[in-house]
């Protein structure tokens, strides 16, 4: 039996300070700005308030391979929020997200600004800007939107759910983290069973839909994420390896996971971008995921 039982819930939650949690500084139980902070902006009318979490890069590999695809209009500067240090709790933040999570954009070329805030919110955003990356035909579409939206509902069971117990939890306990690693197993054999019909997501063609479930799931299928890669046998899923070995070798990819990045080798951290020559001297193959 586990230690979890030993805890009877008070009648009323109340907030108690844990200063020995990983994110002791920065959850709280309420909404809003802590500080005063306005946010920088740069001279593209794209500005990306971001860091290099699986949340955040989904955005910067879409902003990358839409230039790389030429689409010009999709310059942007990334701004670094550190959320270990509560950026995200800056009054010019929260206008932008109410929510306080990266990524957040800010669109300066429509008057007024116009803010998106969700991953996916931001994906469907710039890729109905530039028509590019979701398909029109009306099967493909609502099947890139069946995946996308399937990995905004999976990926918190993966990453607050599993990741929490079994990497960032002082104690660990047996309860939570078997109730997540089935979760994230099932989860992951639901894409190996999809991804061993299909090259992409969505069949032939490469859409948001893998620029939000790579980051997360390609990740996990290639063992950098929370050190669990032995744990959770991710070996078995063969087909998420190849597809994520395939979008790993995308140049676009690789500059995307860069941007705002600031952790792992020197070489490989952009931690902010505002220009395309910003990426020289920096290279990035196989470095580990933070979430
Ligand atoms: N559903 C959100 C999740 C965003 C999210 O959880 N962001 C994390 C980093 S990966 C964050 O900003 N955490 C800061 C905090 O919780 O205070 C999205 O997809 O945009």
Request: charged content about 35%; hydrophobic content about 30%; glycine content about 6%.
């Given at each position: 039996m586990s230690d979890a039982t030993a805890y009877t819930p008070p009648k009323v939650w109340t907030w108690e300070k844990?200063?020995?949690?990983?994110f002791a500084n920065i959850n709280r139980p309420i909404a809003g700005a802590t500080h005063d902070k306005a946010l920088p902006v740069g001279e593209h009318p794209l500005q990306l308030y971001s860091l290099a979490t699986p949340n955040g890069v989904k955005v910067t590999i879409l902003l990358e391979e839409l230039l790389a695809k030429?689409?010009?209009?999709?310059e942007y500067d990334a701004w670094l929020v550190d959320i270990n240090s509560g950026d995200q709790f800056g009054s010019g933040f929260v206008e932008i997200n109410p929510n306080s999570k990266i990524p957040a954009l800010a669109d300066h070329s429509v008057k007024p600004v116009r803010r998106v805030f969700e991953s996916g919110s931001i994906l469907v955003y710039l890729a109905e800007k530039f028509g590019?990356?979701?398909?029109?035909?009306p099967d493909k579409r609502t099947e890139t939107f069946n995946w996308l939206f399937w990995q905004m509902g999976s990926a918190p069971m993966l990453g607050g759910g599993f990741g929490h117990f079994y990497s960032y939890a002082n104690e660990k306990q047996k309860y939570p983290i078997d109730r997540y690693a089935m979760e994230v197993k099932r989860q992951m054999d639901v894409l190996d069973r999809h991804l061993a019909e299909n090259e992409f997501m969505i069949g032939e063609d490469y859409t948001i839909a893998d620029m939000a479930v790579f980051p997360w799931y390609g990740a996990m299928a290639k063992g950098l994420?929370?050190?669990?890669g032995e744990f959770l046998s991710v070996h078995e899923y063969k087909n998420v390896i190849r597809w994520a070995d395939q979008i790993y070798a995308r140049e676009a990819v690789k500059r995307g996971r860069m941007v705002n990045r600031a952790w792992g080798e020197p070489s490989s951290q952009?931690?902010?971008?505002?220009?395309?020559?910003?990426?020289?001297n920096r290279t990035q193959d196989k470095v580990e995921e933070a979430s």
């Open positions: 844990d200063e020995n949690n990983r030429g689409h010009e209009g999709a590019d990356f979701l398909p029109t035909d994420l929370y050190d669990a952009l931690r902010e971008r505002h220009a395309a020559s910003d990426f020289q």
